[in-house]
C-alpha cells in the first residue's frame, strides 16, 4: 500500500509533515511517473471548464429528443479520443400513466458506451448522464462565470461531470506501460427520470465490473457520498363513475375523493419507520365542477434507507392501493417500483470510500463522506453486486435549479482524484480482491 506515513498525523505535532511533503510521501506509492500527468491535468482545467460550457449551452433536457441527439454527437467526438470505438445503444422505451390512467410509451434517447481492454483482469465502471432537468422552454439556458463560479444547466449535474471523467481517463491512457485496468464508459440520456430506459446496461454493467466510479458532483464544500437510499416512484390510476352532481349526485363514485383518501394514507405512514418517507407529488385529475370526477392518477415517491424498509414500504403501497379499489364503485391500479434501490454503507463501500480518502490524501485533500437521500446511478450499480464511489464530478450545488452552479477550481482537481483511483487499481495500491473477501 503507501508509504506507512500516518496520514492522520495533526500537523504542527512533532513528526507531523507539511500537507505538501504528506501528499508527496503518500503519492508515492503511485511511481514518479504520475507526476507529470497531474501537473498536465492541472494545466487542462481552462479546457475543461470551456467544453463544460461549451455542453451546457446544448439543451438536453430528458425528454427534448433532438437537444439529446445534438449532445450525443458532441459526445461522440469527445470519446472518440478514447483507445476504443464508441457504440451508439438504442434505449427501450418506458412507461408513462397519463392524466387520464392510460399507460403510454416514452421515448428517450441513446446511450453511448465504450470498452476498453474488457479481456483486463480488473475492470472498472464509469458511468455519467448527459440529460438534465431544463426543457428547452425553460429559462435556463445558458452558462456564465462569476469568479470561481461556473452557472449554468448540467454544469455540475452532470455535464462537468463527464468532463472530468474523460480527462481522468485520457491521463490515465498516457501512462506509460501496459494496463491491468480495463473499463467500460456508459453515458446515459435518462437519469433525471430515474433512468427507466438504461437500467439494464445499467445492470449488466455493474454486473461484469470489480468497482464503479460515477461522476455526480460533489458537494459544495468537496464533501463525497457513501451511502444512500432507496428511492420508488409510484402511479395509482383511479377509475369511479361519472355523474351530473345535480341529477344524479349520488350515483357517481369520485375518484378524486378516492386518490385523495389514499394520499392521506400514504402520507400517515411518514414517521412509523426510521428512514423511510412517502411523498405525494400530485394529483391528476377532475375536471368541470358539475361533474363528479371519473379519473384521477396519484403520483407518490418513496424513499428507503435499506433493502428490509423498502420490503415494508412496498407491502405498504400494495395495501393502500388495494383498499383504494375496495371501495364500491371504485378500481385502482398500481403502477412502478424501486428504479433506484437503496445503496447502504457496507464493507465493499467503506472500502472505497477508504481508497478515495487515500487518494485525496495523495493530492492534499482530507475528503469528508455523508450519506444522502438523493439516488443516482450508483444505486443500480450496487444493486448488481459493483461498489461505487458516485460523486467524482466537480464540486458544486442548487442541482435541479437555476441556481446550479460548478466550482471551477474543482474540475482539475477531481480529475486528478479519479486518474490516482484508476492508476491505484492498476498498480495495486488498492487491492480489488479485498471487495470479495
Same mark, same amino acid.
Given at each position: 500500500?503507501?508509504?506507512? *506515513? ?73 470519446? =472518440? ?99 491491468? *485496468? ?24 455493474? =454486473?461484469? &465490473? ?34 351530473? /352532481? ?11 375523493? &378516492?386518490? =385523495? ?6 402520507? =400517515? ?18 375536471? &368541470?365542477?358539475?361533474? /363528479? ?26 395495501? /393502500? ?60 450499480? &450496487? ?55
Amino acid at each position: 500500500m503507501a508509504s506507512g *506515513v500516518d496520514l492522520r498525523a495533526p500537523l504542527g505535532y512533532p513528526g507531523a509533515m507539511s500537507a505538501e511533503s504528506l501528499a508527496a510521501a503518500s503519492r508515492s506509492a503511485w511511481g514518479a511517473d504520475v507526476e507529470p500527468l497531474l501537473e498536465r491535468l492541472d494545466g487542462e482545467r481552462e479546457s475543461l471548464v470551456a467544453r463544460t460550457e461549451n455542453w451546457s449551452s446544448i439543451n438536453s433536457g430528458s425528454f427534448e429528443l433532438s437537444g439529446l441527439a445534438a449532445m450525443r454527437v458532441t459526445l461522440l467526438d469527445t470519446v =472518440a479520443e478514447l483507445p476504443a470505438a464508441p457504440e451508439v445503444v438504442d434505449l427501450t422505451p418506458s412507461k408513462r400513466v397519463r392524466p387520464d390512467g392510460e399507460v403510454v410509451d416514452v421515448q428517450h434517447g441513446a446511450s453511448i458506451r465504450v470498452r476498453v481492454r474488457p479481456e483486463a483482469p480488473i475492470q472498472v465502471a464509469l458511468t455519467g448522464h448527459y440529460d438534465t432537468v431544463f426543457p428547452a422552454a425553460h429559462a435556463f439556458q445558458a452558462p456564465w462565470r462569476e469568479g470561481d463560479i461556473l452557472r449554468g444547466p448540467g454544469v455540475a449535474d452532470m455535464k462537468g461531470g463527464i468532463n472530468v471523467m474523460l480527462a481522468a481517463l485520457k491521463a490515465f491512457e498516457a501512462l506509460p506501460g501496459g494496463k491491468r *485496468v480495463g473499463y467500460e464508459v456508459l453515458l446515459s440520456p435518462d437519469e433525471e427520470v430515474g433512468s427507466m430506459g438504461s437500467a439494464p446496461l445499467l445492470a449488466e454493467l455493474g =454486473a461484469r &465490473a470489480h468497482v464503479g466510479l460515477t461522476y455526480e458532483p460533489a458537494m459544495a464544500d468537496g464533501a463525497l457520498v457513501d451511502a444512500r437510499k432507496g428511492s420508488a416512484n409510484f402511479h395509482l390510476a383511479v377509475k369511479g363513475r361519472a355523474a351530473h /352532481v345535480g341529477r344524479a349526485f349520488n350515483d357517481g363514485r369520485s375518484a378524486v375523493i &378516492a386518490a =385523495a383518501e389514499a394520499a392521506l394514507a400514504l402520507n =400517515a405512514l411518514n414517521g412509523q419507520r426510521d428512514g423511510v418517507t412517502f411523498n405525494v407529488g400530485a394529483i391528476d385529475g377532475g375536471g &368541470a365542477v358539475n361533474v /363528479v370526477p371519473e379519473r384521477a392518477v396519484l403520483r407518490f415517491n418513496v424513499r428507503v434507507p435499506d433493502a428490509e424498509a423498502a420490503i415494508w414500504a412496498e407491502a405498504e403501497v400494495q395495501r /393502500v392501493a388495494r383498499e383504494a379499489g375496495g371501495r364500491d364503485g371504485i378500481e385502482a391500479q398500481l403502477h412502478g417500483g424501486f428504479t433506484r434501490p437503496p445503496k447502504p454503507l457496507n464493507d465493499q463501500q467503506r472500502t472505497m470510500v477508504s481508497w478515495t480518502h487515500q487518494a485525496g490524501a495523495a493530492l492534499g485533500l482530507d475528503l469528508q463522506f455523508r450519506p444522502s437521500g438523493g439516488v443516482c446511478e450508483g444505486n443500480n450499480l &450496487a444493486a448488481a453486486g459493483c461498489p461505487n464511489i458516485d460523486t467524482l464530478g466537480p464540486c458544486g450545488g442548487g442541482l435541479h435549479s437555476d441556481e446550479e452552479f460548478a466550482l471551477i477550481s474543482s474540475f482539475s482537481e477531481r480529475a486528478k482524484l479519479s486518474f490516482l483511483l484508476l492508476t491505484g487499481l492498476d498498480r495495486g495500491v488498492f487491492d480489488v480482491r479485498s471487495l470479495r473477501s
